[in-house]
Every structure is written in C-alpha cells, then in structure tokens.
C-alpha cells in the first residue's frame, strides 16, 4: 500500500523559513517523481513544485521560484520542501504527492498546515 | 489566476448526469493528457481520471472522461451524495512549464 506522510509544517513569521518532509513507503520511491501541490484556504490546487526520480531535475512554478527548494534522499525514501523568505500568501495545506509517468497525481498524503502569520 | 476554466458548481437530483466542463489552451489541454481529481472537503485530493479517459482501479465507471481539442469533460452518471465535493482538471502545460490545476467546481446532489 502506498503511503505518503507529511511532517514538518506549523506557524512561522513572515521572512521565516521552514521545511516540509514527505515520507514515503509502498513503492518502489527511486523510480517515480515526487512533487508538492498547496491548497490555501478555500481556495483551489496549485502545484508548487516537482522532481525526478534522481533528484537532477527540478521544476517550480512561478509564485515559490527563488525561494523554495525541492529536494529528495532516495536512500530515506524521503522527498523535502525548503521554504524561505515565507510570505502570509505562502499560507496552505501542503500535499505530498507521487507522480505517475504521465504526469498525473496518483498517490497524495494528508497533507500539512503551513501558517504565515505574525 | 488558473489557465484553466472550469464553471463553478453544477447540481442534479440523486440518480441524474453532470458534466463538468475544463477549458484550456494549445499549450496544456490540447497537447498533453488531462487528468481529474475529487476532494471532499478537509480531504485530500484523489485521481478519478488520467490519460483523458482512463480510471484508475477502484473507480466506478461512472465516472468518464473525455478531451476534444482544448477541452476536457468529466461526466457522473448515477450521481450518488456521497459525489458531493469539488472536482479539478489538471494538465501539463508546455509554455509555463508547469502544471496546471483547473479553477475547481463544486457538485452539489439536491
């Protein structure tokens, strides 16, 4: 059974950095790419960012450019989300998500609350 | 703001048919495969359709999905209130080179 659980979200200032880790079990974790999708309150999916099965390629979308980083330890079945410079529209549900090879979502996790607030 | 337009909510009696329109662009629905996803709400989402029209072991074929040139349909036949949530499309698209979610829409059973 696939599974995919998020950990490291919570309450951070504006300017404040912080990182989300997704872990993952199930499958075979160094042959698929991983990726993140937020949800603000109440408000629609957005895709934040996704990379390969080895970690050499990244993809962000424009809003996090600069300032998140995507990262995976294959060893750890582990897949990161470095987020600085946070700003109060940065405020989402985080989701962990494995992506198929057509470039579909087909696992999520629970997901986890991160808050931008002073 | 969403390169993906998808109408708000649709509603329909226990039993009836809704579709649910995702209108898009040469660059995402027209040149790569379209995929849909149900939330229930304080859920996440799950994938009901990828590759256009294929469902995923466990989904009931009331569930379809079609694309004709830059547009994508997911149709719910049956409809059952345990349907109830908000649907998404989702594409690649080439010029952003990013992934695009649809605006969503809220299915309502009366």
């Known amino acids: 059974e696939v599974q995919l659980l998020e950990s490291g979200g919570g309450l951070v200032q504006p300017g404040g950095s912080l990182r989300l880790s997704c872990a993952a079990s199930?499958?075979?974790?160094?042959?698929?790419?991983m990726s993140w999708v937020r949800q603000a309150p109440g408000k629609g999916l957005e895709w934040v960012s996704t990379?390969?099965?080895?970690?050499?390629?990244?993809y962000y979308a424009d809003s996090v450019k600069g300032r998140f980083t995507i990262s995976r330890d294959n060893s750890k079945h582990t897949v990161y989300l470095q987020m600085d410079s946070l700003r109060a529209e940065d405020t989402a549900v985080y989701y962990c998500?494995?992506?198929?090879?057509?470039?579909?979502?087909?696992?999520w996790g629970q997901g986890t609350l991160v808050t931008v607030s002073s | 703001q969403s390169v993906l337009t998808q109408p708000p909510s649709v509603s329909a009696a226990p039993g009836q048919k809704v579709t649910i329109s995702c209108s898009g662009s040469?660059?995402?629905?027209?040149?790569?495969?379209v995929s849909w996803y149900q939330q229930v709400p304080g859920t996440a989402p799950k994938v009901l359709i990828y590759?256009?029209?294929k469902r995923p072991s466990g989904i009931p074929d009331r569930f379809s999905g079609s694309k004709s040139g830059t547009s994508a349909t997911l149709g719910i036949t049956g409809l059952q209130t345990g349907d109830e949530a908000d649907y998404y499309c989702?594409?690649?698209?080439?010029?952003?080179?990013?992934?695009?979610f649809g605006t969503g829409t809220k299915v309502t059973v009366l």
């Open positions: 199930g499958f075979t974790f160094s042959s698929y790419a």
């Open positions: 590759e256009n029209n």
């Open positions: 040469s660059s995402n629905i027209g040149n790569n495969y």
């Open positions: 990379i390969n099965n080895s970690g050499g390629s990244t």
């Open positions: 998500a494995k992506r198929a090879d057509s470039y579909y979502f087909d696992y």
């Open positions: 989702g594409t690649w698209d080439s010029s952003l080179s990013a992934y695009v």
